[in-house]
């Protein structure tokens, strides 16, 4: 015999989410001297996690907002680095179709916030999102008071979304996209991130997988409209600081400080292999396989050997991935020490922000990090663009859509291990024709995943009516 149905009303869940945020909120307060020394922790490497402190956690934003202008507020928050170069397509198409919007980009990280500030200059504001603490949220949107809310990829808060529904804030998640893994660990907390994502106007997804996910997350009753529109990253182009950039890196490793060096000259420069935003223990297993792969004599011979181009994915790892090449006895520079590349110089670590898209301008192969360790992987859509063939290992859950088909339409390969990284690095190296069918595929795949950024404008004119 079956039981009576079990029915949930509108008070009961509206009960449970407020006592769920309750729980939630004390375990923040709770956590607030250990986020505190978190943040002193990572100070010691990177000093910009002393500042903002005010507004972090307490929402306090005194001074700013300079560059406002007399139409409305449009904020849009993107996480860090990966976010804030999605946003930007999206940034500039505001700016220039609206040129009275007050835009204010936030961020969580010095990182984004410098890559911002990099991307966008003075035309936009810019500040740290207040933490999840609800005095700390209603008072950014009391300072703030934008009309609409974008807020890229991935970041769902609960108080957060509560306080932008008292403020009456209109929001949208935009470029959204959800992994398995992270829609699992959203599901454990239904109380808390399922009214939070329906507290969202519109979700627009970048893929119909995330869509799916989406609408698992919102549930069935009240869930905002998902609908896909594509990812804004495939609506880069490659800035002309980029390219000006691109060419000095060319400069540099085409001369030693006592003059233009034959033997990378002729090569064409084929010999750049880059390691593009690698995290923590990559470099040393990419270093050790290369040493494994190149032999120590041959490896000494000016000019015939390919030049090894690591840019760490975080700026605070600059350093310890330089003194790992030190201590293997490879020839190692930095970029920004401003000299040319020694005709020796078998390592370049790219120590310098915001200039990934120079990176992949000039290198004859990429290896896309955090896909050889079980990190998810970065996004590669930016080698893509540049032409620039792309490796990447068995670890893309993070971009799983695009690395998987840039693996199917011959943009990019994947390999095993760190091994079969460099013996691929130093095959494609020497393979013209090879990498030209491999660079053209990738600017192919990028330009058939276009529009995004104006399928997204249209839906913010015609949700919102924001500008009419």
């Not at 956690?57 to 406002?68: K, T, V």
């Not at 095993?416 to 491999?438: G, H, K, N, P, Y």
Request: proline residues 5%; charged residues 20%; contains cysteine.
């Amino acid at each position: 015999m079956s039981g009576p149905a079990s029915t949930r009303t509108p008070i009961d869940s509206s009960l449970r989410e407020r006592v769920s945020r309750l729980v939630y909120t004390a375990l923040w307060v709770v956590a607030t001297p250990a986020i505190a020394l978190y943040l002193l922790w990572r100070s010691r490497r990177q000093p910009a996690y002393r500042s903002g402190w005010g507004e972090r956690f307490l929402g306090r934003y005194r001074g700013q907002g300079a560059s406002r202008r007399t139409g409305p507020c449009v904020w849009i928050h993107a996480v860090s680095v990966g976010e804030t170069r999605a946003a930007a397509p999206l940034v500039a198409a505001l700016r220039t179709r609206y040129p009275d919007l007050s835009v204010v980009v936030t961020h969580m990280t010095p990182t984004g916030r410098d890559t911002a500030i990099a991307l966008f200059g003075d035309g936009v504001a810019h500040a740290f999102l207040a933490y999840d603490y609800p005095f700390g949220v209603a008072r950014f949107f009391r300072y703030w008071r934008p009309a609409i809310g974008i807020v890229m990829e991935t970041e769902i808060w609960p108080n957060l979304m509560a306080a932008a529904r008292d403020a009456g804030v209109t929001m949208l998640l935009v470029n959204g996209r959800l992994s398995a893994k992270s829609l699992r660990s959203a599901m454990r907390w239904t109380s808390l991130m399922r009214p939070a994502a329906r507290s969202f106007t519109r979700i627009l997804a970048q893929s119909e997988n995330d869509a799916t996910r989406f609408a698992s997350l919102s549930g069935n009753a009240s869930a905002p409209p998902i609908v896909r529109v594509g990812n804004l990253k495939f609506d880069i182009e490659a800035p002309v600081a980029q390219r000006e950039i691109a060419t000095r890196f060319r400069d540099r490793i085409a001369n030693d400080v006592a003059g233009r060096v034959e033997g990378r000259v002729a090569c064409s420069m084929r010999g750049i292999l880059l390691f593009a935003s690698t995290r923590e223990g990559e470099e040393a297993a990419i270093f050790d396989a290369w040493m494994r792969r190149v032999p120590r004599e041959v490896d000494r011979i000016a000019g015939t050997f390919p030049l090894l181009v690591v840019v760490p994915r975080h700026p605070q790892r600059f350093g310890e991935v330089f003194a790992l090449a030190k201590a293997r006895g490879l020839n190692v520079q930095r970029r920004s020490d401003e000299l040319p590349i020694a005709a020796d110089t078998q390592v370049w670590i790219g120590d310098s922000m915001g200039e990934l898209f120079a990176y992949f301008l000039v290198a004859d192969v990429a290896y896309v990090g955090g896909s050889l360790v079980p990190l998810g992987g970065q996004n590669l859509i930016e080698a893509a663009a540049a032409g620039c063939p792309i490796l990447i290992g068995p670890h893309t859950f993070n971009f799983s859509e695009a690395s998987d088909e840039a693996v199917r339409v011959g943009a990019a390969l994947r390999v095993a291990d760190f091994d079969a990284l460099i013996e691929a690095s130093v095959a494609l190296a020497s393979d013209d024709v090879r990498r030209r069918r491999m660079a053209a595929a990738g600017i192919d795949f990028v330009a058939a995943h276009r529009g995004a950024t104006q399928r997204t404008m249209d839906i913010i004119e015609q949700e919102l009516n924001l500008f009419a």
